[in-house]
């Protein structure tokens, strides 16, 4: 019975790490992106980005997810500065996919592509990060971790997947729509952005009334 227990136990929080991860990292998003960014690419050079990209990401939130708390605690790093880290990076993305995308992201710059922000932040993002986290210090010991590790290669599997077939899909827009595509992608990348920055001041605000002397502003 305990063992049937502990099976069921696995098993759920498997589905609870893997949907989480994935409803955070939101694929889809990271797929619109890359379709946008990687136009006129060749495949070879479109499967170089694939691969630095999803690599990237799964060595970062392993990364964090074995060490995360212990990160945060040794440099005093907190979720809200994060969040607001990635809000500014990624409003850096939106103007450069506003520009022209051919001097932004050219082929020279394949690595630069995949790290931001195809990596960071979009699938290994402040949001994501946080939730690998928290799964991982959960009380389930070594069975939760190895079911954060599950939900991390599930939702970058669905990303990687994702990536590879995107762009057939949205050859089906045409190439007025593949022109409309990316200035879309960058308006909704910068509203992504606003938002994170604006989670993060939410998440901040307590702590930072609480250290203010409200007293000697009376």
């Known amino acids: ?55 990237i990401a799964l060595i970062v939130l392993v990364f964090f997810a074995l060490t995360g708390q212990l990160i945060f605690s040794i440099f005093n790093i907190t979720v809200p500065a994060f969040q607001i880290a990635g809000g500014i990076l990624l409003i850096s993305v939106a103007t450069g996919m506003l520009g022209t995308k051919s001097e932004t992201y050219s082929a020279e710059n394949l690595e630069n592509v995949a790290v931001v922000p195809l990596a960071f932040p979009l699938s290994c993002g402040p949001g994501t990060i946080t939730t690998v986290i928290l799964l991982a210090s959960g009380p389930e010991g070594i069975t939760g971790l190895v079911a954060v590790f599950l939900g991390i290669v599930v939702a970058l599997g669905i990303s990687y997947v994702g990536m590879i077939y995107g762009p057939r899909i949205f050859s089906l827009i045409g190439e007025g729509g593949l022109r409309v595509v990316p200035k879309l992608m960058a308006i909704i990348v910068l509203a992504i952005a606003i938002q994170f920055i604006i989670n993060g001041i939410a998440a901040a605000m307590p702590q930072l009334l609480a250290n203010l002397d409200l007293t000697g502003l009376v």
């Open 1 to 55: 019975m305990d063992l049937i227990a502990e099976v069921v136990g696995f098993v759920g929080f498997s589905l609870v790490s893997v949907a989480s991860i994935v409803a955070v990292m939101n694929p889809a998003s990271t797929v619109a992106v890359y379709t946008a960014l990687t136009e006129g690419m060749g495949w070879s050079e479109r499967h170089k980005v694939i691969r630095t990209s999803m690599k």
